[in-house]
């Protein structure tokens, strides 16, 4: 099952990832001023990703990528180069399937240390 991984860049601008269960980064998000607008940005894109017609297919030199869009256009995350359309096609169709359960893990909550106690 893919995850949503929320992250805080140096310059305190929040984004998205979306990961596979191993580790690889299939998309990326735009940067929020708020991790609000990044978690709104991740409720988009579980809609979004549902919707006929949102995707752009991006060709590059040796590879081809896709651009997952709201209703409103907005570009909501992107995905990773792939080395064909098949490959980056079948990569979509799964994330159509696992987007709209995927659970969210928010790196930027600091956790507490936790303390050993010895009772005696």
Same mark, same amino acid.
Do not use: H
């Given at each position: 099952? @893919?995850?949503?991984?929320?992250?805080?860049?140096?310059?305190?601008?929040?984004?998205?990832?979306? +990961?596979?269960?191993?580790?690889?980064?299939?998309?990326?998000?735009?940067?929020?001023?708020?991790?609000?607008?990044?978690?709104? /940005?991740?409720?988009?894109?579980?809609? $979004?990703?549902? /919707? =006929?017609?949102?995707?752009?297919?991006?060709?590059? +030199?040796?590879? @081809?990528?896709?651009?997952?869009?709201?209703?409103? /256009?907005?570009?909501?995350?992107?995905?990773?180069?792939?080395?064909? @359309?098949?490959? $980056?096609?079948?990569?979509?169709?799964? =994330?159509?399937?696992?987007?709209? /359960? $995927?659970? @969210?893990?928010?790196?930027?909550?600091?956790?507490?240390?936790? +303390?050993?106690?010895?009772?005696?």
């Amino acid at each position: 099952m @893919v995850r949503f991984i929320i992250s805080r860049t140096r310059q305190k601008k929040f984004y998205y990832t979306v +990961e596979s269960p191993d580790l690889t980064t299939l998309l990326t998000s735009n940067f929020y001023a708020s991790k609000i607008g990044c978690q709104k /940005g991740i409720i988009a894109l579980k809609n $979004a990703i549902q /919707g =006929l017609g949102r995707y752009q297919w991006v060709e590059q +030199e040796s590879a @081809v990528s896709f651009i997952i869009k709201s209703a409103k /256009g907005q570009r909501l995350a992107t995905s990773k180069p792939y080395d064909c @359309v098949p490959e $980056a096609s079948d990569v979509l169709s799964m =994330l159509k399937k696992e987007i709209p /359960g $995927a659970l @969210v893990d928010d790196q930027t909550v600091k956790v507490r240390k936790q +303390e050993t106690v010895v009772i005696s």
